[in-house]
């Protein structure tokens, strides 16, 4: 049966978005006959091409009877399928806040090292969006591609301290901090990283760009480093603390000699025990300094109720101020006041790099006086005159380290010198045994004594009363 005689029997129709194609009996007599490929080329030339559905096609040749009564889907076409939507892509993988022990390139895994902080610095990117993309085209029935389909784009939820790049695609840190997710979404960088509790295995060491509170104590073997402020709402063990800024522990200082507490301006606590403490400017104590290191490059203060120094070294750029320094049973305790802590290191430091290089100019000239020796007497090798270059350029070099370090050594000491504002005062009382340095000049304490205060005086250190 041509297309023609298929005309007076079927009619074809396709939905309005041209998705589906539909075939319906008009009327149906003994003499309708036709084969699959008659009835495929009849839909064809009514421009249903796409989609197909050959095995519909094949029975309603095969039993026409069975599909007289409604109409039939012949043919389907293809919606777009959605494309993948945009997403916010991270410098840091937001969504991982596993806490797991780091391992080294050795294998060895660090059971400390659990808490790996989403630091950013001011300016550096911490997200863009990621555009969406395309999925596949449609197809109608009729033959004609239907455009595709994007995902849904992505949008940035703005929080405190950020900033959208130019074209609002990235999303930049305003102050150094730690990216943190407010409400799920919203993107934040705070200035301020908090512990809720102590610092042990579970939240491991911190290093963080910005201040570190702490609601807890700081045990031993951690370490808290920190470019702003650490504060402490509690005591530290024998951990290592650094901070760029100032440190302030609202406990004490139990160190049980491990470990180091370093601030690059002040330290404040209640008391220092067996304890290595470092701080640019002021080391403040309320309590008591025990059997401890302690530097300061201005003032260490330890003036409250208690205010007791005792055991150990305390050093100061400019003023120790105690209510107790030392003890009845004359432990021994040094104080040193108008002595940078970082220039005085400094200098035992060059005293040992000078006594060293001394001793390696010492054995090259001696080498170098039998080389020369030999070279009056024509029985140098060439291997000996390669030698003797060699020695000679060391000896150049050496004598040069060693000028250097005389001036750097000879400046140190002026500046130990003056030491005329430096004072190490007692509010209370200073028992013997203590040691008293002001500057380059010491001076041992026998009998204990009231309210007074050292201070160089022609070139010595002398005792004067105390006076706030």
């Keep these: ?16 978005d041209k998705l589906t194609a539909f075939i319906a009996f008009i009327r149906i007599t003994d003499e309708f006959a036709c084969t699959a490929d008659e009835l495929e080329l009849f839909v064809r030339s009514k421009g ?24 039939t889907i012949i043919a389907q076409g293809q919606s777009p399928s959605p494309g993948k939507d945009g997403m916010i892509r991270f410098v840091f ?10 391992e080294g390139e050795d294998g060895k895994i660090d059971f400390k090292q659990v808490n790996q902080l989403k630091n950013v610095k001011r300016g550096q990117l911490i997200a863009e969006l990621v555009e969406p993309s395309a999925g596949p085209p449609g197809r109608t029935v009729t033959g004609e591609e239907i455009p595709p389909k994007y995902g849904k784009r992505a949008h940035f939820k703005v929080g405190k301290n950020v900033v ?23 993107i934040n960088v705070f200035p301020v ?17 910005g201040t570190v509170v702490i609601r807890g104590n700081v045990l031993s073997g951690f370490r808290v480093k920190a470019s702003g402020d650490i504060r402490i709402i509690g005591g530290v063990e024998g951990a290592e603390l650094e901070s760029d800024g100032s440190i302030e522990i609202t406990g004490g200082i139990m160190a049980g000699n491990k470990g180091y507490v370093r601030a690059q301006n002040n330290i404040r606590c209640s008391f220092i025990q067996d304890g290595i403490v470092i701080a640019g400017a002021d080391v403040l104590v309320s309590q008591s300094i025990m059997h401890s290191q302690v530097k300061a490059g201005h003032s260490v203060i330890c003036s409250g109720a208690k205010g007791l120094i005792v ?9 120790v101020l105690a209510r107790t320094i030392g003890n009845p049973m004359s432990t021994n305790t040094v104080v040193e006041a108008g002595v940078n802590p970082q220039l005085r290191d400094e200098l035992m430091e060059l005293r040992t790099s000078l006594r060293q290089s001394v001793d390696s ?28 270059i060699k020695l000679n350029a ?73 006076h706030p």
């Design 1 to 16: 049966m041509d297309n023609q005689q298929l005309d007076s029997y079927l009619r074809l129709q396709t939905s309005a």
């Design 48 to 71: 249903v091409v796409h989609g197909l559905r050959t095995d519909v096609l094949d029975g309603i040749s095969r039993n026409p009877l069975a599909y007289c009564r409604e109409q």
């Design 93 to 102: 993988d937001m969504d991982n806040d596993e806490r797991r022990p780091a």
């Design 164 to 186: 959208q790049g130019g074209d609002g695609s990235a999303l930049y840190a305003a102050i150094d901090g730690l990216i943190t997710l407010t409400d799920k979404v919203k």
């Design 193 to 209: 990283y908090e512990v809720n509790g102590d610092v042990d295995y579970r939240v491991g060491n911190i290093d963080f760009v």
């Design 311 to 319: 055991g150990g070294i305390v050093q100061a750029g400019e003023t």
């Design 361 to 388: 100019l010492d054995k090259t000239e001696k080498a170098l006086v039998i080389l020369d020796q030999m070279a009056a007497a024509g029985q140098l090798s060439p291997d000996r005159l390669a030698m003797r």
């Design 394 to 466: 060391t000896k150049r070099q050496t004598v040069a380290t060693i000028d250097e370090c005389k001036d750097r050594m000879l400046k140190i000491e002026k500046q130990l010198e003056d030491s005329g504002r430096s004072k190490v005062d007692v509010s209370g009382t200073i028992y013997g045994g203590v040691k008293i340095v002001i500057g380059r000049y010491t001076k041992f304490v026998k009998d204990s004594a009231q309210r007074v205060s050292f201070r160089l005086m022609e070139g010595d250190i002398a005792l004067a009363p105390y």
